[in-house]
Nanobody, 123 residues
Framework: QVQLVESGGGSVQAGGSLRLSCAASGYIYSPYCMAWFRQAPGKEREGVAAIEGDGSASYADSVKGRVTISLDNAKKILYLQMNTLKPEDTAMYYC?????????????????WGKGTLVTISS
């Protein structure tokens, strides 16, 4: 069983930066998919970024160039470095994982989810 715990959310002004962390407990073996999703108030949850066991990463168009996803395999911590934050980045951010990359990074393919960390960007 894999458990995911997010941290690092907070309130910052537009243009600022945040680094989100997701600590994973339990065994995740390659191939795997780990990803960040977000859900803004009144909107559907959407994918932000994903990383596979081979290190390949993908990003939503809305965050490309501003966000970097990375994974510390030794510590089993997934990171999301977010720069040049915008008010529209305000959302609850969720970490998710799957043992297969087949459906990476579709929400329906993710097996494990964290409870989320709130990011609020003020203008």
């Amino acid at each position: 069983q894999v458990q995911l715990v997010e941290s690092g959310g907070g309130s910052v002004q537009a243009g600022g930066s945040l680094r989100l962390s997701c600590a994973a407990s339990g065994y995740i073996y390659s191939p795997y998919c780990m990803a960040w999703f977000r859900q803004a108030p009144g909107k559907e949850r959407e994918g932000v970024a994903a990383i596979e066991g081979d290190g390949s990463a993908s990003y939503a168009d809305s965050v490309k160039g501003r966000v970097t996803i990375s994974l510390d395999n030794a510590k089993k911590i997934l990171y999301l470095q977010m720069n040049t934050l915008k008010p529209e980045d305000t959302a609850m951010y969720y970490c998710a994982a799957a043992r297969s990359v087949r459906y990476c990074p579709q929400q329906s393919g993710m097996e494990y989810w964290g409870k989320g960390t709130l990011v609020t960007i003020s203008s």
